[in-house]
């Protein structure tokens, strides 16, 4: 197993990725927020995956091990976020990461962070104010959690290769040995959602990066499963608050 990279302070700074650049898994004692201007980042931990296009953050929680992954041309911002002290309240009580809609005063908040020079006051009262609008970000459903019963995972991997694959769930089960009823049941007590918002949150996070690659909305929509680009445009709307075409 690759060691775990260990840094205590996570850091406040703008950085660039290429398209398919990684950073390996790693983990601060700071919670830190983490926000693409441009391009679609993805997060990766034990629990699951985290897509964000432009309009969202992520939060990721102090000691939470973690990946990142860029997708398109990526300029990316991050803030550090010292815990609370003992009795105090962190901005999010949450133990996973969590992506934020970023309105626009909560994106220049993040921004002016990467620019101003960290321990300094201007530095610290920006950061104050960050926090507070933490605390009122909506969250947009991306999570798309990783399955622990191993039928579940077996159809999970499935529509992961073929998104666009639009078999039924009694289809599927078929092939991996488990009834609907079955599998309706553990979408609910181990993703804690059904099994048409599991899909639609996957088909979201398969759309992201083809949509930060310049691909048509059309061509995004088939690719991923959707009958019409008015369908896929609708699901985008309602998980991101803009529109596809607006996003690339």
Known sequence: MPEIRHTPVA?????RLAPGEAIDAHRHDDHQVVYAARGVLAIT??????????????WVPAGTVHAHRSHGDLELHLVGVPRAAPGGDDPLSTGEPAVLSVE????????????????????ERLRAVLVDRLRAAPRAPVHLPAPADPRLRAL????????????????????VGASDRTLTRLFRADLGMTF??????????????????GV??????????????????DAFRRA???TPGSHR
């Open 45 to 58: 931990t034990g629990a699951g995956s985290w897509v964000a296009p432009a309009s969202c953050a992520i």
């Open 104 to 123: 626009p005063l909560l994106r220049e908040l993040i921004l002016a962070c990467t620019r101003e020079a960290a321990a300094t006051p201007e530095h």
């Open 216 to 233: 048509p909305v059309t061509a995004v929509a088939h690719a991923c499963g959707w009958s019409s680009a008015s369908a896929f445009i």
């Open 196 to 213: 048409p918002e599991w899909r639609t949150r996957l088909r979201l996070s398969h759309a992201l990066p083809l949509l930060s690659d």
């Open 156 to 175: 999970c991997g499935i529509l992961a290769a073929d998104p666009a694959d639009g078999r039924t769930l009694a289809e599927l089960g078929r092939q």
């Open 240 to 242: 991101f608050g803009h």
């Open 11 to 15: 850091p406040t700074r703008a950085q």
